[in-house]
């Protein structure tokens, strides 16, 4: 779902797909050497650190579950084995990522592509494309909540259908502050479900503990209209009350939605908006600071 994809390393074309094709993309899962399942070792290893107490308690839950260990990058016949008795997806490697259609048919058919590499030791801080630490540690234990796992499908469904109406932009924002960004209300406080922030050691901390970002309920037209950005921590996140109000909240036809914020300005990403829902109003400190320097990133 990243920007400029086609520029990407791990990238494939599509030439050859036609609709319904759901095994073009699909590759034998990479046999990683041993130094590969060092660097998975150590990612997961310094997520456990950070994780518990900031993670949704299902995915700490779900990487026991599932046998997403941190002994060697798992086998993804044996996580699909559990993965589908429990919410009926299925995870597939791919060599990288995907046009958007292919994948939003993916989605729609439960089945979620991962990267078929991992990160070198080089990029253990930073990699703008999903690897299989991303997609697998990431991604994959949310899914085996069946809402989750039904908002997932939706979304795919509704993708198809943005890509006919030409509303691919609006709706990314909403697979972007979801599924990679989101953060959820617990009993014990916020936590976070995207996988963006759950396979990033910094942003983890960054998007709870951080005074910078706002925190902003849920809404979804406020959602489709707003900006992000993909290479720097956000400048707001949105919150959920549960998987299944975010269900609830995205089950309509977006077709008149769409229409109706045709006309609407785009929202930059840290600006707050009448009627949001604010539950933390953010300094915007490092937001500031961001954008100075990717403004003199520009001037160079
Ligand atoms: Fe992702």
Redesign the pocket.
Known sequence: MDKGIGSAEHYTTGEGWTPGDLDFFTVPQKRFTEEEHDIWRALYRRQLDILPKRAISLFMDSLSTLGISQEKVPDFADVNEILMKRSGWQVVPVPGLIPDEPFFEMLANRRFPSGNFIRTKAQMDYIQE?DVF??LF??VPILADPVFGDYMEAYGKGGLKAARLGTIDQLARLYWYTV?FGLIKEPQGLRIYG??ILSSPTESIFCLEDPSPHRIGFDLRRVLRTHYHIDDFQDNYFVIDSFQSLFDATLADFTPIYEELAEAPVILPGELHAGDAVLHRGTGTYAAKAAARRAARTKK
């Open positions: 999903p991303h997609d990431g991604h990679e996988a963006g």
